[in-house]
């Protein structure tokens, strides 16, 4: 077999009064993510890590935030694409693992359903699918709640 890795990183400021977007779920809270899509962090990161696993470079590359097919857009229709991209090539994904980086509001309660969107999306598994939640201790941006970071590793294969 052919094994790749890929590893990807999102970051996006929040803003008062924007939905908030993470692993394809609706979150409440008081901000959301600036941003020209959904501004959904995770899938982002874990855009990026099946883009670079393929050597395609980033997602902006792909879906730039200059093109107006993409405002607004759902990031799970994002991650769907690439995953397609991937399957062209003859690869298919043997494990993600994310973590998400924010001060508020508390993720665990929505882990579970981000992971079966992911998971739905990515055409895999929710066992194949990890995503982890961390608050920064009120250090940096993320802490400050001024943004939101993701994180995501990939593992894919190519059966030879």
């Given at each position: 077999?052919?094994?790749r890795i890929g590893h990807g990183y999102d970051?996006?400021?929040?803003?008062?009064?924007?939905?908030?977007?993470?692993?394809?779920?609706?979150?409440?809270?008081?901000?959301?993510?600036?941003?020209?899509?959904?501004?959904?962090?995770?899938?982002?990161?874990?855009?990026?890590?099946?883009?670079?696993?393929?050597?395609?470079?980033?997602?902006?590359?792909?879906?730039?935030?200059?093109?107006?097919?993409?405002?607004?857009?759902?990031?799970?229709?994002?991650?769907?694409?690439?995953?397609?991209?991937?399957?062209?090539?003859?690869?298919?994904?043997?494990?993600?693992?994310?973590?998400?980086?924010?001060?508020?509001?508390?993720?665990?309660?929505?882990?579970?359903?981000?992971?079966?969107?992911?998971?739905?999306?990515?055409?895999?598994?929710?066992?194949?699918?990890?995503?982890?939640?961390?608050?920064?201790?009120?250090?940096?941006?993320?802490?400050?709640?001024?943004?939101?970071?993701?994180?995501?590793?990939?593992?894919?294969?190519?059966?030879?």
């Amino acid at each position: 077999m052919n094994f790749r890795i890929g590893h990807g990183y999102d970051v996006h400021a929040l803003g008062e009064g924007l939905r908030l977007v993470l692993g394809g779920v609706d979150i409440p809270h008081t901000k959301g993510c600036i941003a020209h899509s959904d501004g959904d962090v995770l899938l982002h990161a874990i855009c990026d890590a099946l883009l670079g696993a393929l050597a395609l470079g980033d997602i902006g590359k792909h879906f730039p935030d200059t093109s107006a097919e993409f405002k607004g857009i759902d990031s799970r229709r994002l991650l769907e694409r690439v995953v397609g991209m991937l399957h062209e090539r003859g690869y298919r994904i043997g494990n993600i693992d994310s973590t998400i980086a924010m001060q508020r509001p508390k993720l665990r309660p929505h882990i579970e359903q981000m992971r079966a969107n992911i998971a739905e999306s990515a055409g895999v598994d929710a066992e194949c699918v990890s995503v982890k939640a961390t608050t920064t201790e009120h250090l940096g941006f993320e802490g400050e709640e001024r943004g939101v970071s993701a994180t995501a590793v990939v593992l894919i294969y190519r059966e030879s």
